[in-house]
Nanobody
Framework: QVQLVESGGGLVQAGGSLRLSCAASGRSFSSYYMGWFRQFPGKKREFVAA????????YYGDAVKGRFTISRDNAKNTVYLEMNSLKPEDTAVYYC????????????????????WGQGTQVTVSS
């Protein structure tokens, strides 16, 4: 079983930047596809970004494309989400997720792919 712990959330002004981290337990981190999702109050979780096993391919939701960057350091069992040019509408709880199943660009965007989820970290962007 994989344990995921997000950190780095907080309050930031619009236009600012924030870096989220997701630390994973276990010895098989490099075999997992990793994703970031976010959830607004009363809404379903929304796809934010995903990255393949080696980090050679990344994918982004339309709302964050060009502003957010996902990366991973397999030696540290950690995935990052660099968030730039933040907007008030980015305010949400952000979740890290891991998938053992082989993912395609299409399936990476759905939460159903992912086997493990972190507890989430709150990101609040003020106007």
């Amino acid at each position: 079983q994989v344990q995921l712990v997000e950190s780095g959330g907080g309050l930031v002004q619009a236009g600012g930047s924030l870096r989220l981290s997701c630390a994973a337990s276990g010895r098989s981190f490099s075999s997992y596809y990793m994703g970031w999702f976010r959830q607004f109050p009363g809404k379903k979780r929304e796809f934010v970004a995903a990255i393949n096993r080696s980090g050679s391919s990344t994918y982004y939701g339309d709302a964050v494309k060009g502003r957010f960057t996902i990366s991973r350091d397999n030696a540290k069992n950690t995935v990052y989400l660099e968030m730039n040019s933040l907007k008030p509408e980015d305010t949400a709880v952000y979740y890290c997720a891991a998938a053992r199943t082989f993912a395609t660009p299409a399936t990476m965007t759905t939460g159903d792919l992912y086997d493990y989820w972190g507890q989430g970290t709150q990101v609040t962007v003020s106007s």
